[in-house]
């Protein structure tokens, strides 16, 4: 039965093409969609190293797999680490996948819609562990980053035409695209320990390059807005948690709501809707498998709404959360 779940969801993967919306945020109907990505650990010679195929979580509850994607990354030789994961990224709408072939070609996978495999060249090369992969919430365009000693800027692409369309300074932190996918948000520490915010076209021009107050630089990571200049950041306190509107164009801090937020520590933040942040808060117990909560907050009035929750496949080594 497991088997036959897996080439049924396979089978799903690789027909009807969904081309993306431009500019245009998705709605965010995941009943279809990937939940998360997930690789289970083994132990080998005493040691727990990543093993087996991706394996895709659904909304729906069903089960798949990615037999062509690369687990265990390779050194930029082309040999294997052994014990490194492949970089994988799901969409924020759950809808489309990134990662290496274990042929090292970059691919994104389309639900219902086959595989885009991109230039041989498309990347530098690199030791797979040393990039990271990010969709837009619609999956129309994707970032890899590269935490090399020597810079390498990032390169953003058409996920639909395997198009470069521009990139940014390396050794900056990618925060994430904005809403629609027309931004980037990124990080980088600048003089005398201050954090700078700065948000990019998606060919790669600087819009704005701010220094947020500390409300904003403390309380990472922040989240950008399809405008290009609105981010959104929470200050996390359970009960007393708030979550901070800020203005990259004026240099102002705009909103401060309080939201009362389930337990967990946040490992995600997205703009949903022109008024929705989404965050995926996750709780790691002692023991038992890691537990996913995903709330959307609305940024008038600070109302929390529980999206989903879930636990992990408990043999999970890493995993990749759909975002959004």
């Excluded at 969609?33 to 083994?42: E, L, T």
Aim: positive net charge.
């Amino acid at each position: 039965m497991k088997i036959r779940i897996a080439v049924a969801i396979a089978a799903g993967l690789a027909a009807l093409v969904t081309a993306p919306q431009a500019a245009q945020a998705m709605p965010h109907d995941h009943h279809d969609g990937i939940r998360y990505a997930s690789v289970k650990g083994c132990t080998v010679k005493g040691e727990q190293r990543p093993c087996g195929e991706w394996r895709l979580m659904m909304h729906s509850g069903e089960k798949g797999s990615l037999p062509d994607a690369e687990t265990i990354a390779r050194e930029a030789n082309g040999k294997s680490s052994h014990t490194q994961v492949a970089p994988i990224a799901v969409s924020g709408n759950g809808r489309r996948v990134a990662y290496f072939t274990k042929s090292g070609r970059l691919a994104v996978r389309t639900m219902g819609g086959g595989v885009k495999l991109f230039a041989k060249d498309a990347l530098p090369r690199v030791a797979q562990y040393d990039v990271t992969f990010q969709l837009s919430d619609d999956g129309g365009r994707l970032a890899a980053v590269f935490a090399t000693n020597k810079a390498v800027k990032t390169r953003i692409f058409d996920t639909a035409t395997g198009a470069l369309l521009g990139s940014t300074p390396g050794h900056q932190t990618l925060l994430g695209f904005s809403a629609d996918g027309g931004e980037l948000l990124t990080e980088v520490s600048a003089d005398e320990s201050v954090t700078d915010l700065i948000a990019y076209g998606e060919s790669g021009e600087q819009l704005y390059r701010v220094t947020p107050p500390q409300i904003v630089a403390s309380n990472s990571p922040s989240a950008l807005a399809a405008d290009g200049r609105t981010t959104a950041n929470v200050v996390m306190g359970g009960a007393k948690s708030r979550l901070v509107l800020y203005d990259m164009q004026n240099d102002q801090v705009i909103a401060k709501r309080k939201v009362k937020l389930p337990a967990g520590d946040l490992h995600m933040i997205d703009w949903t809707g022109e008024r929705q942040v989404t965050l995926h808060l996750v709780q790691y117990p002692d023991g038992k498998a890691n537990k996913m909560t995903i709330v959307q907050i609305d940024t008038d009035s600070g109302a929390v709404k529980v999206r989903d929750h879930y636990s992990l496949l408990k043999d999970s080594y890493v995993f990749a959360a759909c975002g959004g």
